[in-house]
Antibody, heavy 118, light 107 residues
């Protein structure tokens, strides 16, 4: 069974850092590109960042460029999102999703909540 | 950035009725458009990819159409489990973007 499970969320002050993890199972992790999508409380979905199968290519939304770093460890089946200089507006549930062979995000985790507040 | 605008924001229908949801892109996305369903407290679920292809396990009452800038998700007869929020999403260009969502609620 394909699964992706996020962790690492929590409460952090503005300007602080967090590292999110997403552990994958049930598929060959290194064969798939991966994506982080977030959802602020009561709001819609927002694409954050994506990384290619081997990690050579990464993409970010403008509002997180220079602050967030996406990476992956294919030997450990884990996707990461290092979030630095966090802002109140980064408060959201962060989902990890697999980009399937269809090109769409076909498997999603349940998310991990990041709250940025003083 | 490609802006996706969904309409209407809310659709109030009864079980068994037909639902028609629209997604309009600010520029062409070819057929690289997907639809997701999200229920409260749950992760999004892929329904349709590349405009008109149903994802694995998705019932035939869900169908997608369109290309370029105008897309439609149709639910041919609403089941009680279909009342949820629906998002369109383009993978034609970076940054990837989502529509703001259409809530399908029980009338």
């Amino acid at each position: 069974e394909v699964q992706v499970v996020e962790s690492g969320g929590g409460l952090v002050q503005p300007g602080g850092s967090l590292r999110l993890s997403c552990v994958a199972s049930g598929f060959t992790f290194g064969d798939y590109s991966m994506t982080w999508v977030r959802q602020a409380p009561g709001k819609g979905l927002e694409w954050v960042s994506s990384i290619s199968e081997r990690g050579g290519d990464s993409y970010y939304r403008d509002s997180v460029k220079g602050r967030f770093i996406i990476s992956r460890d294919n030997s450990g089946n884990t996707l990461y999102l290092q979030m630095n200089n966090l802002r109140v507006e980064d408060t959201a549930n962060y989902y990890c999703a697999r980009r399937g062979w269809s090109g769409a995000m076909d498997y999603w985790g349940q998310g991990t909540l990041v709250t940025v507040s003083s | 950035e490609i802006v996706l605008t969904q309409s209407p924001d809310t659709l109030s229908l009864s079980p068994g009725e037909r639902a028609t949801l629209s997604c309009r892109a600010s520029q062409s996305v070819g057929r690289y458009l997907a639809w997701y369903q999200q229920k409260p407290g749950q992760a999004p679920r892929l329904l349709i990819y590349d405009a008109s292809n149903r994802a694995t396990g998705i019932p035939a009452r869900f169908s997608g159409s369109g290309s370029g800038t105008d897309f439609t998700l149709t639910i041919s007869g609403l089941d009680p489990e279909d009342f949820a929020v629906y998002y369109c999403h383009q993978r034609y260009q970076w940054p990837r973007t989502f529509g703001q969502g259409t809530k399908v609620e029980i009338k």
